[in-house]
């Protein structure tokens, strides 16, 4: 008996945590929308722009490699979103 309540109060435990899975799905694709895309598309403008002067400037590396994380930002978000990952 006691065995039956044990796989009872899993299942429980596990639709909540796809429901919060869920709603950590929709948070990610409202900021995927909201900032993923224009920050990537802003980060692409520039990063197409300065890549080639990191050939010969070194200072620029650094610029480069964030340029390049925040062209990688929707890819974050969306796989963030599959998973339905929290933020905290």
Not at 4 to 30: F, H, I, P, T, Y
Not at 40 to 68: K, Q, V, W
Request: hydrophobic fraction near 45%.
């Amino acid at each position: 008996m006691e065995r039956k309540q044990c796989v009872r109060l899993s299942v429980l435990n596990e639709s909540k945590m796809g429901d919060c899975a869920l709603l950590w799905s929709v948070m990610w694709a409202v900021i995927l929308i909201v900032f993923g895309w224009p920050i990537g598309l802003i980060c692409a403008l520039f990063y197409c722009l300065l890549s080639p002067c990191a050939a010969c400037c070194h200072g620029c590396t650094e610029l480069i490699n964030l340029l390049d994380r925040g062209v990688k930002l929707p890819l974050t978000c969306s796989q963030n979103m599959v998973t339905g990952k929290s933020m905290c």
